[in-house]
């Protein structure tokens, strides 16, 4: 696939995301908390187990 070609692919992909983020606020909101949750609870595990 030429260069052109994936350029247009990216723009397309780019545009149908920002496109469905817009039309579902809460759901995008929604999966940015579990993600953040997951994330410090990853954390907190990793500082207690380097602490022993």
Do not use: F, H, L, P
């Amino acid at each position: 696939m030429n260069y052109e070609k994936k350029k247009s692919a990216a723009e397309a992909r780019n545009a149908y995301a920002r496109r469905w983020r817009a039309a579902n606020k809460d759901k995008v909101r929604a999966i940015n908390e579990r993600y953040w949750i997951r994330r410090a609870e990853k954390e907190a595990t990793a500082q207690k187990e380097r602490r022993g």
